[in-house]
């Protein structure tokens, strides 16, 4: 079973690799990607000048931490920083292993989310900071260590603080404000630094940016709702569609208000049903619905940005998996598909026009909301995974840890029956003891284990 085990993770690391190492590296040097903009905001730092005097929009935190990249050439910096995104989604896989349920049905959907999964070649190729969230986030889904993760990516994306509310459902109030005083520390003292140490501009030159942009690949409801403010004469693609990628965007201000406020509506709603539905004891479902609303409601989620989902998705497979429930693993694996593999999008956007534009949109709404659902409906369905154990390496006379209250009970009625055989065992004449004797009517503990524990003893007749 173990040369299996090592077989298969073997296999689904070579996909892993194939795919988004060796089929994204020529696309490295081909364009600057947003990787471009990033090392050029850490060398404008390190020169002493704004780095959001080109066009930057991001929180302040960002320049800083491109800073020591800045110090290298780009080809050398690119090359790190593509490392750097495979060793956080390597990191994540492995953090989020043992939350999923430390079996083997946690390994092979961390494994075959990450090795099939699409999303994650177009981040590595354009540089971006979904890697890095995306360990965050993994983090944050280990329960002690949750509010400074959650922090962290809060100072660098803005849109997980929403995640925080997890922590608020939850009744965990130390990790809520270790989480909001970090989140607020990594946003306040870089623009403070950068007040001191740069000239202006010391913010987004087009702030409004934030509030939304009909770029077709703006794959959020409020994108949605902005995309259907237009009339599109002859099905052509607006021009305000085809600029949205740029942050010198401009919109009329009603245009940004019909996105804003849409964010607002599905944030709120969502919020209720997650307080509603979900089980705040259950922390991987909780934040995995959490991010999967945070990508509805965001003014901004890029396609990309659905890398952000795959703990979700690995939950709701191992889930199928252990269950055996295949009709609904294939399920899951056409949400997979068609919300993380750009091969879909491309089909949708095949033909070009207005008209097929709406349509990876209206897809990633709209799968995005059965993910948040199943989620929903997850947390509830029953206790959450634990690690198999192997019965073989239990013994009465040691604890078995991290179990209930009812193992413990068991353990100490055993360890008191295996302690009796050792006292009687000592005397031949008490070798044997009468029939009538039995344990099992002694504790009003049930335990199947203490009858082989009896039978080896002697105090319970073999049957037959």
């Known amino acids: 079973m173990r040369r299996t085990v090592w077989l298969l993770g073997l296999a689904f690391l070579g996909v892993y690799l194939y795919r988004n190492g060796v089929v994204v590296w020529p696309f490295l040097f081909r364009s600057v990607g947003d990787f471009g903009n990033h090392h050029e905001a850490g060398q404008a730092l390190l020169r002493g000048e704004s780095p959001f005097a080109n066009w930057l929009n991001y929180p302040p935190l960002l320049p800083f931490l491109m800073a020591p990249l800045a110090l290298l050439d780009y080809e050398t910096a690119r090359i790190v920083w593509f490392l750097a995104g495979h060793a956080c989604l390597l990191g994540a896989a492995l953090l989020l292993w043992r939350p999923l349920g430390g079996d083997l049905a946690a390994f092979v959907a961390v494994g075959a989310v990450w090795a099939f999964a699409g999303a994650a070649q177009e981040s590595l190729g354009l540089g971006q900071m979904t890697p890095l969230l995306l360990l965050l986030v993994a983090w944050a889904m280990q ?36 989480g909001i005083v970090v989140a607020v520390l990594g946003v306040a003292v870089p623009q403070l630094l950068l007040m001191a140490l740069t000239p202006p501009p010391w913010g987004p030159l087009n702030s409004k940016y934030w509030m939304g942009t009909p770029a077709p690949l703006n794959v959020s409801i409020p994108a949605t709702a902005l995309r259907l403010t237009y009339s599109p004469s002859d099905g052509e693609v607006p021009k305000d569609w085809e600029a949205g990628n740029h942050t010198a965007l401009r919109l009329p201000d009603w245009r940004w208000a019909v996105s804003a406020a849409t964010a607002g509506v599905v944030l709120v709603a969502g919020l209720l049903l997650v307080a509603r539905f979900a089980d705040p004891g ?20 890029w396609y990309h940005y659905q890398m952000m989902q795959f703990p979700g998705l690995a939950w709701l497979t191992a889930d199928a998996f252990r269950r055996r429930a295949w009709s609904r693993l294939a399920g899951v694996t056409a949400l997979e598909i068609g919300l993380t593999r750009p091969e879909v999008r491309d089909l949708l956007l095949a033909g070009g026009g207005a ?8 897809l990633a709404a709209a799968l995005g909301i059965v993910l948040f659902g199943l989620l929903l409906g997850s947390g509830r369905s029953g206790e959450p995974p634990r690690r198999a154990r192997n019965p073989s390496r239990r013994h009465p006379g040691n604890p078995p840890g991290g179990e209930n209250c009812m193992d413990l009970r068991r353990w100490l009625t055993a360890t008191l029956a295996s302690s009796r055989i050792e006292d009687n065992s000592e005397t031949p004449e008490h070798g044997f003891q009468s029939p009538d004797y039995d344990t099992r009517d002694r504790s009003p503990f049930p335990s199947p284990g203490r009858d082989a524990i009896a039978r080896r003893g002697r105090l319970v007749p073999e049957p037959g």
């Open 143 to 178: 329960p002690a260590r949750s509010g400074t993760a959650l922090g962290l990516a809060t100072a660098l994306k803005l849109w997980p603080g929403v995640l925080l509310a997890g922590d608020l459902l939850a009744s965990r109030w130390r990790a809520l404000w270790t």
């Open 282 to 301: 259950n922390r991987v479902p909780l934040l995995a619905s959490l991010v999967a609303l945070a990508l509805l409601a965001s003014p901004i989620a």
């Open 355 to 362: 008209g097929r534009a709406l349509l990876p949109g209206l």
